[in-house]
């Protein structure tokens, strides 16, 4: 077969044999991508017919879900029967399982895994009907894949006649097969939902204990453990809550084992917390982590407490002030020595959950997330923000954390670089890639800018959930008028410096974009040269840069209840990104950007050569107003007057990458706060020293 | 056979605190199966040493035995009975 081409498949070379047939790793000539491409002996089309078959697979072709091998193809050709399925780089479970059994952790991963992806299925009619550890791949980045829904089919059924052979005469039909089956199938039923739970509560099984529950030299043997014995006892090493689940999978009365794969899911899940928190204590006695951080006292943060995030290139800080704003704690770092590009605090709903992102030069960028002010931290085991394989590209850095409209409550956008938009409809447990924005055709376009190719800026419009906003460095700013699926760019009347055509289409250095809610049709820009206001949703925009020292700048911010009020903090220029003339000076518009006037009162006016970077500054919601900016120098300001006068409030910390302030509300809080599910555990709880917090006055 | 892979200290929160972990793979193995069966092992280290297009991380070294494996066929290396894997993190800061 190898050089042959079946169809538009090109087959190159042979990477596994069943009892269904041959795999191939084929190329797709159409597509120019390798598949695998599982060749059906004659035979076993002949004895269930080929029509039979071709519907199994078609209809499993429709099934679509992360633990499931897609089935891209079916298809037939004179001599041939073949499916074409995605090709997956992995190895099969039951290579990887050992004679000692699996780590429970990773039983109970894997099993959580595999029972969603029936769980997918059964909601769809479709029963896979040969579970078992040669038909699960496990990949590199240690996902499951369950292979070959709904082709085992008849052949099973085939078999039940010659249980009286041997084991080895029946391995050519059954492949293994038999020792999965459920009591019901052996005496002729055809497999269903729930004997599917059968089969992978013998998978949970042969994973936990390194072997198979029902065994025997024959065939008739092994169905006869199957229907009269229990299985026996497995390991001590296995807990007890993993033993009662696959106990309650093997119940031989089908209307004792769970009845739907959703409910085997949620136990597993519920055990991956538990096993996750017992192992908690015991990293507890084994000493500090020094993942998370140094030891500290952490913020007793109360009602109506202002809450400042503050994220530098070694850790994040957090400050806490009553709402006098006079006296500041301060904690931290946590992520010791770990980039903090963004933070956010979401109170939606009654959480209080602070969201951070890490990024270390070593060990990668991860998406965490606290849910009582920093105490307790999730610790991903596996990064929730990736790439999708095909796409070749794999995550640098996340740049932005979004909440999604205070109406969605479990809309969270990330911004990253490379430059995509990825979204959260389940208030940050999964994420997938916004591909509209990500297979625009501008994309291979954009242009790399001083801090890399990034999405920085995601703005949703307040009113319209189908219009939102997104800017990248140097892409230029794009908009969505159907909820993310076409994007166009919106870069109309915004000049760029570092090409030859001054007002292309796009390409624009964006470094921040803001809207007030009252008024969602006007934007405000502050661009790598040049300050902006759009009238119209952004098709068009306009000069505003009258009265400022200079139109280079970052930061940007919209005062929360003014819909005329923006505060800016302009540099010199892209060569000399400092303040202007030593000069340390916010300022602010209140006519939309008609003039602007400087604020400085309190600070430094002599020899402050500082940065603020575009996420650098913002506000929290009181009356009036707190104004908050940190300095790449480290140095964090504030003003509880809207700007007219300033205070630093704590000078020494670690270059400044972003500060996001917060107004706490407890009392909104239902009893049973939203937890954070343990699936991203280890969550890592943080160790206390001697060391004492710092209280600042001012 | 096995194989033996040493982890760095910032790591060692997802071994259980062990700074070597032994594997079981099968003889002729290479590198990338024998790493299949570590994150198998230990689930939170795939993704703190490798990309999602299953590269190593730009600041990682990995060394087998005293080979760092840029240098020797990367994740294809094969590795040996009893062979010492160690992962690495490189020079870097700022």
């Given at each position: 077969?190898i050089?042959?081409?079946?169809d538009?498949?090109?087959?190159?070379?042979?990477?596994?044999?069943?009892?269904?047939?041959v795999?191939?790793?084929a190329?797709?000539?159409?597509?120019?991508?390798?598949?695998?491409?599982?060749?059906?002996?004659?035979?076993a089309?002949?004895?269930?017919?080929?029509?039979?078959?071709?519907h199994?697979?078609r209809?499993?072709s429709?099934?679509?879900?992360p633990?499931?091998?897609?089935?891209h193809?079916?298809g037939?050709?004179?001599?041939?029967?073949?499916?074409?399925?995605?090709?997956?780089?992995?190895?099969?479970?039951?290579?990887l399982?050992v004679?000692?059994?699996?780590?429970?952790e990773?039983?109970?991963?894997?099993?959580?895994?595999?029972?969603?992806?029936?769980a997918?299925?059964?909601?769809?009619?479709?029963a896979?009907r040969?579970?078992k550890?040669?038909?699960?791949?496990?990949?590199?980045?240690?996902?499951?894949?369950?292979?070959?829904?709904?082709?085992?089919?008849?052949?099973?059924?085939?078999?039940m006649?010659?249980l009286?052979?041997?084991?080895?005469?029946?391995?050519?039909?059954?492949?293994?097969?038999?020792?999965?089956?459920?009591?019901e199938?052996?005496?002729?039923?055809?497999?269903?939902?729930?004997?599917?739970?059968?089969?992978?509560?013998?998978?949970l099984?042969?994973?936990a204990?390194?072997?198979?529950?029902?065994?025997?030299?024959?065939?008739f043997?092994i169905?006869?453990?199957i229907?009269r014995?229990?299985?026996p006892?497995?390991?001590?090493?296995?807990?007890?809550?993993?033993?009662?689940?696959?106990?309650?999978?093997?119940?031989?009365?089908?209307?004792?084992?769970?009845?739907?794969a959703s409910?085997?899911?949620?136990?597993?899940?519920?055990?991956?917390?538990?096993?996750?928190?017992?192992?908690?204590?015991?990293?507890?006695t084994?000493?500090?982590?020094a993942?998370?951080l140094?030891?500290?006292e952490?913020?007793?943060?109360?009602?109506?407490?202002?809450l400042?995030?503050?994220?530098?290139?070694?850790?994040a800080?957090?400050?806490?002030?009553?709402?006098?704003?006079?006296?500041w704690?301060v904690?931290?770092?946590?992520?010791?020595?770990?980039?903090?590009?963004?933070?956010a605090?979401?109170g939606?709903?009654?959480?209080?959950?602070?969201?951070?992102?890490?990024?270390?030069?070593?060990?990668?960028?991860?998406?965490?997330?606290?849910?009582?002010?920093g105490?307790i931290?999730?610790?991903?085991?596996?990064?929730?923000?990736?790439?999708?394989?095909e796409?070749?590209?794999?995550?640098?850095?996340?740049?932005?954390?979004?909440?999604?409209?205070?109406?969605?409550?479990?809309?969270?956008?990330?911004?990253?670089?490379?430059?995509?938009?990825?979204?959260?409809?389940?208030?940050?447990?999964s994420?997938?890639l916004?591909?509209?924005?990500?297979?625009?055709?501008?994309?291979?376009?954009?242009?790399?800018s001083?801090?890399?190719?990034?999405?920085?800026?995601i703005?949703?419009?307040?009113?319209?959930?189908?219009?939102?906003?997104?800017?990248?460095?140097?892409?230029?700013?794009?908009?969505?008028?159907?909820?993310?699926?076409?994007?166009?760019?919106?870069?109309?009347g915004?000049?760029?410096?570092?090409?030859p055509?001054?007002?292309?289409?796009f390409g624009?250095?964006?470094?921040?974009?803001?809207?007030?809610e009252?008024?969602p049709?006007?934007?405000?820009?502050?661009?790598?040269?040049?300050?902006?206001r759009?009238d119209?949703?952004?098709?068009?925009?306009?000069?505003?840069?009258?009265?400022?020292?200079?139109?280079?700048?970052f930061?940007?911010?919209?005062h929360?209840r003014?819909?005329?009020c923006v505060?800016?903090?302009?540099?010199e220029?892209?060569?000399?990104?400092?303040?202007?003339?030593?000069h340390?000076?916010?300022?602010?518009?209140?006519?939309?950007?008609?003039?602007?006037?400087a604020?400085?009162?309190?600070?430094?006016?002599?020899?402050?050569?500082?940065?603020?970077?575009?996420?650098?500054?913002s506000?929290?919601?009181?009356?009036?107003v707190?104004?908050?900016?940190?300095?790449?120098s480290?140095?964090?300001?504030?003003?509880k007057?809207?700007g007219?006068?300033?205070?630093?409030?704590?000078?020494g910390?670690?270059?400044?990458l972003?500060?996001?302030?917060?107004?706490?509300?407890?009392?909104?809080?239902?009893?049973?706060?939203?937890?954070?599910?343990?699936?991203p555990?280890?969550?890592?709880?943080?160790?206390?020293?001697?060391?004492?917090?710092r209280?600042?006055?001012? | 056979?096995?194989?033996?892979?040493?982890?760095?200290?910032?790591?060692?929160?997802?071994t259980?605190?062990?700074?070597?972990?032994?594997?079981?793979?099968?003889?002729?193995a290479?590198?990338?199966?024998a790493?299949?069966a570590?994150?198998?092992?230990?689930?939170?280290?795939?993704?703190?040493?490798?990309?999602?297009?299953?590269e190593?991380r730009?600041?990682?070294?990995?060394?087998?035995?005293?080979?760092?494996?840029?240098?020797?066929?990367?994740?294809?290396?094969?590795?040996s009975?009893?062979?010492?894997?160690?992962?690495?993190?490189?020079?870097?800061?700022?």
């Amino acid at each position: 077969m190898i050089g042959q081409t079946l169809d538009h498949y090109k087959i190159l070379a042979q990477i596994g044999e069943g009892g269904m047939g041959v795999v191939y790793r084929a190329r797709d000539e159409v597509l120019n991508r390798d598949v695998a491409l599982k060749l059906l002996g004659r035979g076993a089309a002949d004895k269930v017919g080929t029509g039979h078959l071709l519907h199994e697979a078609r209809t499993a072709s429709s099934l679509s879900h992360p633990n499931i091998c897609t089935i891209h193809q079916v298809g037939q050709t004179e001599n041939d029967f073949y499916v074409v399925m995605e090709l997956i780089e992995g190895r099969l479970l039951s290579d990887l399982i050992v004679s000692t059994g699996l780590s429970t952790e990773t039983v109970i991963r894997y099993g959580a895994q595999i029972a969603d992806a029936l769980a997918h299925a059964h909601d769809r009619g479709i029963a896979h009907r040969d579970l078992k550890s040669s038909n699960v791949m496990v990949t590199l980045e240690g996902r499951v894949k369950v292979l070959d829904f709904g082709l085992a089919t008849r052949l099973e059924r085939e078999g039940m006649s010659e249980l009286t052979l041997s084991y080895d005469a029946l391995e050519s039909k059954l492949v293994g097969t038999l020792p999965y089956m459920a009591p019901e199938v052996l005496r002729g039923q055809k497999g269903d939902h729930l004997s599917d739970l059968w089969a992978l509560g013998v998978l949970l099984y042969e994973a936990a204990a390194g072997k198979l529950p029902f065994v025997g030299k024959t065939g008739f043997e092994i169905s006869s453990a199957i229907l009269r014995q229990p299985p026996p006892p497995l390991p001590a090493t296995v807990p007890y809550g993993l033993a009662a689940i696959i106990q309650r999978c093997l119940m031989k009365e089908r209307g004792e084992r769970y009845q739907r794969a959703s409910e085997l899911r949620s136990a597993l899940e519920a055990l991956q917390g538990a096993a996750l928190q017992s192992r908690r204590s015991s990293e507890e006695t084994r000493g500090p982590l020094a993942l998370v951080l140094r030891g500290m006292e952490h913020l007793a943060v109360k009602n109506g407490d202002v809450l400042l995030l503050v994220g530098t290139n070694k850790g994040a800080f957090l400050l806490r002030s009553s709402r006098d704003r006079t006296r500041w704690d301060v904690a931290g770092p946590y992520f010791h020595g770990q980039g903090v590009y963004a933070m956010a605090y979401d109170g939606r709903t009654g959480r209080n959950r602070l969201w951070v992102s890490t990024n270390s030069p070593m060990w990668g960028t991860f998406l965490r997330a606290s849910d009582d002010f920093g105490r307790i931290w999730t610790n991903p085991l596996e990064a929730s923000i990736r790439f999708p394989t095909e796409s070749g590209a794999s995550l640098r850095n996340i740049w932005q954390i979004c909440l999604g409209r205070a109406d969605e409550p479990d809309m969270l956008y990330c911004g990253v670089e490379p430059a995509a938009l990825f979204e959260s409809r389940d208030a940050g447990e999964s994420w997938s890639l916004v591909r509209g924005l990500y297979e625009h055709p501008h994309r291979p376009r954009w242009m790399t800018s001083n801090g890399g190719l990034i999405l920085h800026t995601i703005v949703p419009d307040p009113g319209n959930k189908e219009r939102m906003y997104a800017a990248v460095s140097a892409g230029g700013t794009y908009r969505t008028e159907d909820g993310g699926k076409t994007w166009q760019a919106r870069n109309n009347g915004v000049r760029v410096m570092f090409m030859p055509e001054r007002y292309p289409e796009f390409g624009q250095c964006v470094h921040k974009i803001v809207l007030h809610e009252s008024r969602p049709e006007r934007l405000f820009l502050q661009n790598h040269w040049g300050l902006y206001r759009s009238d119209n949703h952004g098709d068009s925009w306009q000069d505003i840069a009258r009265g400022v020292p200079s139109d280079f700048g970052f930061a940007m911010l919209m005062h929360p209840r003014d819909a005329d009020c923006v505060y800016i903090l302009p540099v010199e220029s892209d060569e000399f990104r400092c303040t202007p003339e030593g000069h340390l000076r916010v300022y602010r518009t209140r006519n939309a950007g008609g003039s602007w006037e400087a604020l400085k009162r309190g600070l430094p006016q002599k020899g402050a050569y500082e940065t603020v970077l575009r996420d650098g500054m913002s506000t929290d919601s009181l009356d009036p107003v707190g104004i908050y900016f940190g300095t790449r120098s480290g140095k964090l300001y504030g003003s509880k007057d809207e700007g007219k006068s300033w205070e630093k409030l704590i000078e020494g910390l670690p270059q400044i990458l972003c500060v996001k302030a917060a107004v706490i509300q407890l009392d909104g809080a239902p009893a049973v706060r939203p937890s954070l599910k343990s699936k991203p555990a280890p969550r890592v709880k943080t160790p206390r020293t001697k060391r004492v917090r710092r209280r600042i006055r001012h | 056979m096995q194989v033996v892979f040493n982890i760095p200290g910032p790591l060692r929160q997802f071994t259980e605190n062990r700074s070597s972990v032994r594997v079981e793979v099968k003889a002729g193995a290479d590198l990338r199966e024998a790493m299949v069966a570590l994150f198998a092992a230990c689930p939170g280290l795939r993704d703190r040493v490798l990309t999602e297009t299953g590269e190593t991380r730009q600041h990682v070294n990995i060394f087998v035995t005293n080979e760092n494996i840029r240098y020797t066929g990367g994740l294809a290396t094969l590795v040996s009975e009893g062979a010492e894997v160690s992962i690495v993190p490189a020079i870097s800061g700022g």
